[in-house]
């Protein structure tokens, strides 16, 4: 594989943005989240200082105002309801350092496309500081340094409002951290006999 493709891949999509890089919080990118969501979820939040995060949030706050426009075109005068931005503040949560921003990218796993009614499976594009591919044994953990590349998209859902979601697309790993398996607390012992318990036993 090129090591080109990241850029490619980025000239190739016109609505497709890269960002600075920051701080992965609670990344599943390797593997998907099952936890709420059987179809699978590919997702990551991303810490980004807040001038480097500036032109993320203009791209996304015009998303936000050409659907918005769109909406008012075919419901004059109805004033929609407005989901929340993919994107937070220290001002919207206070658990997010002051001069930091903090962005929601995701990505389905699998479903049916909307157009053709075909199931489909799908993964982001994962590279290292090399652009070299990331093997999907690798697990990518929070406080990894990264950037993501993602497409945004304006939505209206009655029941939801109307906002912008940001389409997680490629990962770049400029510094990884991964996983270790937990230290359980137990040392090895020395394997007692094996018996079979009487009847009695069970009860």
């Known amino acids: 594989m090129s090591k080109t493709i990241w850029k490619k891949e980025l000239t190739n999509m016109t609505n497709r943005y890269e960002t600075a890089f920051g701080e992965a919080l ?32 203009d791209v996304i706050n015009k998303v ?14 109805k004033k929609p309801l407005m989901a929340p931005k993919p994107y937070k503040t220290n001002q919207d949560d206070p658990t997010i350092p002051e001069g930091k921003i903090k962005f929601n990218f995701k990505m ?37 340094i990264i950037r993501v590349q993602y497409e945004p998209f304006g939505y209206y859902v009655a029941s939801t409002g109307l906002g912008c979601t940001l389409r997680l697309k490629g990962v770049q790993v400029k510094t990884l951290v ?4 937990q230290d ?11 018996r079979v318990a009487t009847e009695e036993a069970n009860y």
């Open 26 to 57: 609670y990344p599943h990118l390797s593997k998907p989240d099952y936890k709420f969501r059987p179809e699978g979820l590919y997702h990551t939040e991303l810490l980004v200082d807040e001038k480097e995060a500036q032109k993320d949030i």
């Open 108 to 144: 389905k796993a699998s479903g049916i496309n909307s157009k053709t009614k075909e199931p489909f499976e799908q993964k982001p594009n994962l590279y290292d500081f090399k652009l070299d591919p990331i093997p999907t044994e690798k697990n990518i953990w929070s406080e990894s």
């Open 64 to 77: 936000i105002e050409v659907k918005l426009q769109e909406f008012k075109k075919e419901n004059p005068g």
């Open 184 to 194: 359980i607390g137990f040392t090895k012992v020395e394997p007692g006999e094996n």
């Open 178 to 181: 991964e996983g270790q398996t």
